[in-house]
C-alpha cells in the first residue's frame, strides 16, 4: 500500500473521532441534556444513558444516509463505472459541504421543530439534529465515497467492492463518530454535575457552532483535495 492510500484511507477515521469529540464537548449536542437528567436524578447512570441515547440517535442519522450511500457505491463499482468518476462525485461532494458550511455560517440558527420534540425522547432529537442542524452525514459522504475507492482498489484493482463491505465502512465510519461522542460528552456532564456544578455552564459556555461551519468548510477542501 503506497504512502498516499495509507493517507487516504487514514484521514476520513480521524476526521470522523474528531467530529465524535467536537459533537461530545458542543453544549447542546454533546452533554447538556445529560447533565440535566443527572442533576435530576443523581444518578451517574442517567447521565451515560443521556449521552448514550444522544450518541445512539446521531449514529442512526449517519447510518440513514450513509449506508444507501454506500450501497449505491458498490453497486455502481461493479458495474465497472470509472473509479475517476466517482472520485468527482466525491469532489462535487466537498463542494456541496463548502457550500454548507458557508450557509450555517449565515445562518447558524437551530431548527425551529427540533423545539417541539419532548426532552423524554433524546433519541429522536438526536437523530434530527444529526440530519439538520449537525450534517454530520453529509459531511462525512464523500469520506465514505473514498474509504470505498481506496478498500475496493487496495483489495484489487480489477474487482469491485462487494456491498457487505461497502455497508461495513459505512457502519464503522458512523460507530467512529459516535463513540468519542458518547466517551466525551459523559466525561464533561459527570465532571460538570459531580465536580464543577451549574456555575461552571455560564462561566465557561463556549458556542462551538462557528467552529462546527468551518469545519465542514474544512471537510470540503479536504474532499476536494482527496478527490
Not at 457550500?99 to 420534540?117: M, S, T, V
Not at 455497508?167 to 465510519?173: G, K, M, Q
Amino acid at each position: 500500500m503506497s504512502g498516499v492510500s495509507m493517507m487516504n484511507q487514514a484521514l476520513p477515521w480521524l476526521m470522523a473521532i474528531g467530529m465524535g469529540v467536537y459533537q461530545g464537548v458542543n453544549p447542546p449536542v454533546g452533554w447538556l441534556r445529560a447533565v440535566a437528567r443527572g442533576l435530576e436524578t443523581n444518578s451517574t447512570r442517567a447521565i451515560l444513558l443521556s449521552t448514550a441515547a444522544l450518541a445512539f440517535g446521531h449514529f442512526l442519522s449517519m447510518i440513514v444516509l450513509l449506508a444507501p450511500v454506500s450501497v449505491v457505491i458498490a453497486v455502481l463499482l461493479a458495474d465497472r463505472l470509472s473509479m475517476m468518476t466517482l472520485m468527482q462525485a466525491g469532489s462535487l461532494a466537498g463542494f456541496g459541504l463548502i457550500g454548507f458550511g458557508l450557509y450555517k455560517i449565515l445562518r447558524p440558527r437551530h431548527p425551529k421543530f427540533l423545539a417541539r420534540i419532548s426532552p423524554d425522547r433524546p433519541v429522536r432529537w438526536a437523530f434530527c439534529m444529526g440530519l439538520t442542524h449537525c450534517g454530520s452525514p453529509v459531511m462525512m459522504a464523500p469520506m465514505l465515497i473514498n474509504l470505498i475507492l481506496v478498500s475496493a482498489w487496495v483489495a484489487a484493482p480489477s474487482t469491485v467492492a462487494p456491498i457487505f463491505g461497502a455497508v461495513l465502512i459505512a457502519l464503522a465510519v458512523s460507530a467512529a463518530m459516535a463513540v468519542p461522542l458518547f466517551l466525551t460528552g459523559s466525561a464533561v456532564a459527570i465532571a460538570v454535575v459531580r465536580r464543577f456544578g451549574l456555575r461552571a455552564i455560564t462561566r465557561y459556555w463556549v458556542n462551538l457552532d462557528l467552529g462546527w461551519a468551518v469545519m465542514f468548510i474544512l471537510m470540503g477542501i479536504m474532499g476536494l483535495t482527496m478527490g
